[in-house]
T-cell receptor
Framework: DTAVSQTPKYLVTQMGNDKSIKCEQN?????MYWYKQDSKKFLKIMFS???????INETVPNRFSPKSPDKAHLNLHINSLELGDSAVYFC????????????FGPGTRLTVT | AQRVTQPEKLLSVFKGAPVELKCNYS??????LFWYVQYSRQRLQLLLR??SRESIKGFTADLNKGETSFHLKKPFAQEEDSAMYYC??????????FGEGTQLTVNP
């Protein structure tokens, strides 16, 4: 009974392509996030949505565009992929407000060749 | 701006030895601090948070506002504790700022 799921788990693609990563949560949470984990395992927030509304948009290239069709889904679309986009992307969700635990997905390992 | 520092990228101890993973933070507001853990080939999960003052899997962490620290401690390390540990600071909008992470290895 997976709480936060992501597809695909692995994604290998060439530079210049456009790709999407999907995320779904069945926890009834209002807030969802995307994080990027680089090759040194450093985790950094990219975006956060609360009830389909964008609330955090870090300094991320505008090639990255999140889309939230409903509050259970937050997809990440990436245009014109670059080598530096290679990383593990984690989706997470939580209840709205502070001090709540964030539940993470299994991650999507993106490799751009 | 907020910042979380974990000075040790790698930490290796023997089974049964005490372990301390250091975390320091910089934040002008009232901090909400967490420790998250990532076991090999598993997803990131919450280990503990400072407001609940709980002990999980024998780990504890005390918030020291004077030293701006939130070190994670366990008196007797176990092999199954080997994992990547992240200290995280939560600020406005539920934003989590993570430290660089400490890879803990507990040797038999």
């Amino acid at each position: 009974d997976t709480a936060v799921s992501q597809t695909p788990k692995y994604l290998v693609t060439q530079m210049g392509n456009d790709k999407s990563i999907k995320c779904e949560q069945n926890l009834g949470h209002d807030t969802m996030y995307w994080y990027k984990q680089d090759s040194k395992k450093f985790l950094k927030i990219m975006f956060s949505y609360n009830n389909k509304e964008l609330i955090i948009n870090e300094t991320v290239p505008n090639r990255f565009s999140p889309k939230s069709p409903d509050k259970a889904h937050l997809n990440l679309h990436i245009n014109s992929l670059e080598l530096g986009d290679s990383a593990v992307y984690f989706c997470a969700s939580s209840r709205a407000g502070d001090s709540y635990e964030q539940y993470f997905g299994p991650g999507t390992r993106l490799t751009v060749t | 701006a907020q910042r979380v520092t974990q000075p040790e990228k790698l930490l290796s101890v023997f089974k049964g030895a005490p372990v301390e993973l250091k975390c320091n933070y910089s934040y002008s507001g009232s901090p909400e601090l967490f420790w998250y853990v990532q076991y090999s080939r598993q997803r990131l999960q919450l280990l503990l948070r400072h407001i609940s003052r709980e002990s999980i899997k024998g780990f504890t962490a005390d918030l020291n506002k004077g030293e701006t620290s939130f070190h994670l401690k366990k008196p007797f390390a176990q092999e199954e504790d080997s994992a990547m540990y992240y200290c995280a600071l939560q600020t406005s909008g539920s934003r989590l700022t993570f430290g660089e992470g400490t890879q803990l290895t507990v040797n038999p």
